[in-house]
C-alpha cells in the first residue's frame, strides 16, 4: 500500500522531511514516511528525473496506511509560527540606548555599523561524488538567491571546501562549511 504527498510548497516541509518526525510516524502509526525529490523555489522548474519534493508513504495494510496518512496531514494543518528568530538578527554590539551626537560636533563614531550575521553548518560530511556545496546553492544558485529574495538578507557559502577566498587571509576560511548570513 503505498500513497505519495507533495510537500514542495508548504511551509511544514521543514518539520515533514526530518527523520525524527518520519520516524515517529513510523512508530505510532506503522507507515513508513520517505523525503523524495527535490525541492524547487518554483515548482515549474521541476523534471521527470527530478520530481517537486514529496513525502513516500508505504504500509503493509490499507489500516497502517491510512493512520500514516492521517498523521501526516496532522503536521501539514499544524500552525507554524515564524520561521526565523528575530532576536537572532539583532545587533549584539550595538547598545541598546542610542545617543545623538551634536550637529554642532565633527566627531563621527570611529566604529563601523556592524550587520547582524548568523552562521548555519551545514552538517554533512563530504562525500566522493557528491557536492555537498553544489547541493546547498542549487543549480545555478537558485537556492541561495531564493533565502536571499525572501529574507532580505545577503547569504554566502564560506568555511572549508566552499570556495569561497577570506580576502583578509587569501584562503578559505578554517571553519567547517556553512551558509553565512548577513
Known amino acids: 500500500f503505498v500513497k505519495d504527498i507533495e510537500i514542495n510548497d508548504l511551509r511544514n516541509r521543514y518539520v515533514l522531511t526530518k527523520g525524527a518526525t518520519q520516524t515517529q510516524i513510523f512508530t505510532d502509526t506503522g507507515a513508513n514516511v ?70 554642532f560636533s565633527s566627531h563621527q563614531p570611529s566604529r563601523r555599523a556592524k550587520w547582524p550575521e548568523e552562521k548555519v553548518f551545514i552538517k554533512i560530511d563530504p562525500l566522493r561524488n557528491f557536492n555537498v556545496r553544489a547541493k546547498v546553492v542549487g543549480p545555478g544558485g537558485l537556492f541561495v538567491k531564493y533565502i536571499q529574495q525572501e529574507t532580505q538578507t545577503r547569504v554566502q557559502i564560506k568555511g572549508i571546501g566552499s570556495g569561497f577566498v577570506e580576502t583578509d587571509t587569501g584562503r578559505e576560511g578554517e571553519d567547517p562549511m556553512h551558509i553565512h548570513v548577513t
Open 34 to 103: 520517505i523525503t523524495k525529490g527535490v525541492w524547487y523555489p518554483d515548482k515549474s522548474m521541476h523534471t521527470e528525473k527530478d520530481p517537486p519534493l514529496y513525502l513516500h508513504i508505504t504500509a503493509d495494510s490499507a489500516e497502517k496506511l491510512e493512520n500514516g496518512i492521517k498523521a501526516v496531514q496532522a503536521l501539514i494543518d499544524q500552525e507554524l509560527g515564524p520561521l526565523i528568530d528575530q532576536r537572532r538578527f539583532q545587533n549584539r554590539d550595538e547598545p541598546r540606548e542610542r545617543v545623538s551626537p551634536s550637529p
